[in-house]
């Protein structure tokens, strides 16, 4: 089914003289003394009636799917009252943009993990004789499409990356280039019904239940681990610069062992946690 154009006139003129069939009708019927005046009233009026069913009023952003007796004849996009084809059963097809929020799906990402995942989907009818005669009801079809094309892009991603690969998308840290995977996953899905998917956002994303306090705790550790390689790699660049510092001012002469434990107290009192009470060696009595 592809959408066309059908013929179409002025509604307002068609009314008035379907209007005007239908009074002169009944007139020459109610007041025909003859039979063939109450024949021609009956004719005319008959007429008019038949000009009535080819009225048609279509919305702002609507469109009317027409079909004359199982047979597809074409589309009505423009607004107001037309007249057309007579006995033409008419099917109205919104053309507003409209947004459908999926249920929270529970899925396996790409390493296996459980989680749950939600998104909305705004899209609009581009083809109306498509949405209505090409899929059984096309609601429902984009319903059941979003959900699968969700539940397909979550599989395809990680959750979340713990190997600091930068290279790699993941489903929490690309949330913008995953939308756009999604919104062409969901597009090719739904041509079938002349629908255009106009935009797609993940509008929930977590870990399952079961394992939601484990991934928390994985989650706080890689945390606590990057911090403390900064305060390591920090407290070596000090150091460093301590005992550099020591050497070329000449202060103090400093052997491989002293620098071993200088190394050792300085790196102690820096990457400690907690305060650290200095001991001060005021010289020995011998």
């Known amino acids: ?114 989680i749950e995942i939600a998104a909305v989907v705004v899209y609009k009818v581009r083809d109306a004789a498509k949405a209505l005669y090409d899929v059984e009801n096309y609601e429902k079809f984009i319903q059941i499409q979003s959900e699968t094309g969700i539940r397909h892009i979550a599989s395809t991603y990680a959750y979340d990356s713990f190997e600091n690969n930068t290279n790699a998308f993941t489903l929490r840290q690309n949330s913008d280039e995953v939308s756009d995977v999604l919104v062409r996953d969901l597009q090719r899905r739904l041509d079938v019904a002349g629908v255009d998917v106009i935009e797609a956002r993940l509008m929930h994303l977590a870990y399952s239940s079961e394992i939601a306090s484990a991934m928390l705790q994985r989650q706080q550790a890689q945390a606590v681990l990057s911090a403390r390689k900064v305060i390591v790699d920090g407290a070596v660049g000090l150091v460093k610069a301590a005992i550099d510092q020591l050497t070329e001012q000449d202060i103090v002469e400093l052997d491989e062992e002293k620098k071993a434990q200088m190394v050792n107290n300085l790196m102690v009192a820096i990457v400690s946690e907690k305060g650290t009470q200095p001991i001060i060696n005021t010289g020995s009595i011998y």
């Open 1 to 114: 089914m592809r959408e066309k154009s059908i013929f179409k006139i002025n509604g307002f003129a068609a009314m008035i003289i379907a209007l005007a069939c239908i009074g002169f009708g009944i007139y020459l019927i109610v007041t025909g003394t003859t039979i063939p005046e109450k024949i021609a009233g009956v004719i005319v009026l008959i007429l008019g009636l038949v000009i009535a069913t080819s009225l048609t009023i279509v919305q702002p952003n609507e469109a009317k799917v027409l079909t004359f007796f199982g047979t597809y004849l074409g589309v009505i996009r423009d607004q107001g009252l037309w007249a057309t084809i007579p006995f033409t059963f008419k099917r109205s097809v919104s053309l507003r943009v409209t947004n459908f929020n999926s249920e929270k799906l529970k899925v396996n990402d790409l390493e296996g993990n459980p």
